[in-house]
């Protein structure tokens, strides 16, 4: 099997949103729970390609760009609240060989505090 499909059936198989953008803040993949959460919940089609900003408010937007900035200063992962599911969100720095940011992943998670 090749790398590319098998890393894809993994990230899949995890039960919530995860989403990869790259440094240009331009969606580049999507999990089947990501898919689910912003195509069939949330109404938006065709997200890959465009920027992760055509779906987010303007309050999340500047957090995204904060954190970013913390993330290019090799900063690690960043929570960034808690969704209306209840579920907590966080930012994902990924890294080249190099150590220099190439992008980053949005993931979701269940929050269990009360």
């Known amino acids: 099997m090749e790398r590319e499909k098998m890393l894809a059936y993994i990230l899949d198989a995890y ?3 995860i989403v ?3 440094s240009n803040h331009i969606i580049r993949y999507m999990n089947k729970a990501a898919e689910y959460h912003y195509y069939s919940e949330r109404g938006y089609r065709e997200l890959i390609g465009r920027s992760i900003f055509e779906c987010h408010n303007s309050q999340s937007e500047v957090k995204i760009h904060e954190a970013v900035e913390k993330l290019k200063k090799h900063g690690n992962e960043i929570y960034l609240g808690v969704s209306v599911k209840n579920q907590r969100i966080y930012i994902n720095p990924v890294r080249n060989e190099a150590g220099e940011l190439i992008g980053y992943f ?6 269990l505090e009360k």
């Open 15 to 17: 039960p919530y949103p």
């Open 106 to 111: 949005e993931r979701f998670e269940l929050n």
């Open 20 to 22: 990869y953008v790259d």
